[in-house]
């Protein structure tokens, strides 16, 4: 089972950018297919990006498009989701996750990380 961790939460305020990393252990890495999700206060988790086994396919929800970016180095064994010009709307706890195989849908995926906080204050 892949166990998963993610750092780079913070404070920053509208405008601003976060890295978050997700680190992975495990030498099956490179065989599964990696997304981000997140939950604001009062709000159901939302699928937020995915990313496919090799890196070439990725989702964004349409509300992220253009700001945030998914990746991945399969020889780190960590996820990466480069968030810019973030909205208040975008704080949450924000969790990555892992499935086998890549989809566009918030299905399947059966491991989580603790999540990390993002707040953006307006």
């Known amino acids: 089972q892949v166990q998963l961790a993610e750092s780079g939460g913070g404070l920053v305020q509208a405008g601003g950018s976060l890295r978050l990393s997700c680190a992975a252990s495990?030498?099956?890495?490179?065989?599964?297919?990696l997304g981000w999700f997140r939950q604001g206060p009062g709000k159901e988790r939302e699928f937020v990006a995915a990313?496919?086994?090799?890196?070439?396919?990725?989702y964004l929800l349409d509300s992220v498009k253009g700001r945030f970016t998914i990746s991945r180095d399969n020889a780190k064994n960590t996820v990466y989701l480069q968030m810019n010009s973030l909205k208040p709307e975008d704080t949450g706890v924000y969790y990555c996750?892992?499935?086998?195989?890549?989809?566009?849908?918030?299905?399947?995926?059966?491991?989580w990380g603790q999540g990390t906080q993002v707040t953006v204050s307006s």
């Open positions: 996750a892992v499935r086998q195989g890549y989809s566009g849908s918030p299905s399947g995926y059966n491991s």
């Open positions: 495990g030498r099956t890495f490179s065989m599964y297919g």
């Open positions: 990313v496919s086994v090799t890196g070439a396919t990725t």
